[in-house]
T-cell receptor, first 114, second 114 residues
Framework: SQELEQSPQSLIVQEGKNLTINCTSSKTLYGLYWYKQKYGEGLIFLMM?????EEKSHEKITAKLDEKKQQSSLHITASQPSHAGIYLCGADGYSGGSNYKLTFGKGTLLTVNP | EAQVTQNPRYLITVTGKKLTVTCSQN?????MSWYRQDPGLGLRQIYYSMNVEVTDKGDVPEGYKVSRKEKRNFPLILESPSPNQTSLYFC?????????????FGQGTRLTVV
């Protein structure tokens, strides 16, 4: 089954600093999703990447999928306290027959200090 | 408004007392799934359903049951809850189970089994 490894597990930054979170897959990624979660709450969809080399941005968050489609990075520019939370990468994986399964990395806990 | 609705949001119960967590989506999605989220273990899939009357085990199905009698609803049943099922549970839905479709998540159900 597909495994997603996220790094770092946790990150503390000062407001205004840039940061990067990585997500590495054991298999080729056919679709890679980034979600954000506030503690104890539901997941909010950020972006989906499909093609090797693809890059998407939303406000100050940029996500990239590498050419080999086995690694994705999430970059936040000029971080703000509102960026704090848990960031999760997820990917569709084939699970047999015509079934696909959406699996997730363990998440990266981001703290932004004012 | 497009949404996935879980109920209840919080539940404290005793060991062995059967309970059901409901999940409903209003987007006519084919694919629905249940996850549990535990510290250090991330989001783990319990069961998923590709469509009505089609369900399959995820990574941690022991102690859980599901049913998919109609498209919009996907209840999670704990026949005899045990303390190790204390967790934060999420329901999710996607347009279909194939690749590259965004998953929408409910707000979560925090279950405590004493």
């Amino acid at each position: 089954s597909q495994e997603l490894e996220q790094s770092p597990q946790s990150l503390i930054v000062q407001e205004g600093k840039n940061l990067t979170i990585n997500c590495t897959s054991s298999k080729t990624l056919y679709g890679l999703y980034w979600y954000k979660q506030k503690y104890g709450e539901g997941l909010i969809f950020l972006m989906m990447l499909q093609k090797g080399g693809e890059e998407k941005s939303h406000e100050k968050i940029t996500a990239k999928l590498d050419e080999k489609k086995q690694q994705s990075s999430l970059h936040i520019t000029a971080s703000q306290p509102s960026h704090a939370g848990i960031y999760l990468c997820g990917a569709d994986g084939y699970s047999g027959g015509s079934n696909y399964k959406l699996t997730f990395g363990k998440g990266t806990l981001l703290t932004v200090n004012p | 408004e497009a949404q996935v609705t879980q109920n209840p949001r919080y539940l404290i119960t005793v060991t062995g007392k059967k309970l059901t967590v409901t999940c409903s989506q209003n987007m006519n999605h084919e694919y629905m799934s249940w996850y549990r989220q535990d510290p250090g273990l991330g989001l783990r899939q319990i069961y998923y359903s590709m469509n009505v009357e089609v369900t399959d085990k995820g990574d941690v199905p022991e102690g859980y049951k599901v049913s998919r009698k109609e498209k919009r609803n996907f209840p999670l049943i704990l026949e005899s809850p045990s303390p190790n099922q204390t967790s934060l549970y999420f329901c999710a839905s996607k347009l279909h189970g194939a690749l590259n479709t965004e998953a929408f998540f409910g707000q979560g159900t925090r279950l405590t089994v004493v």
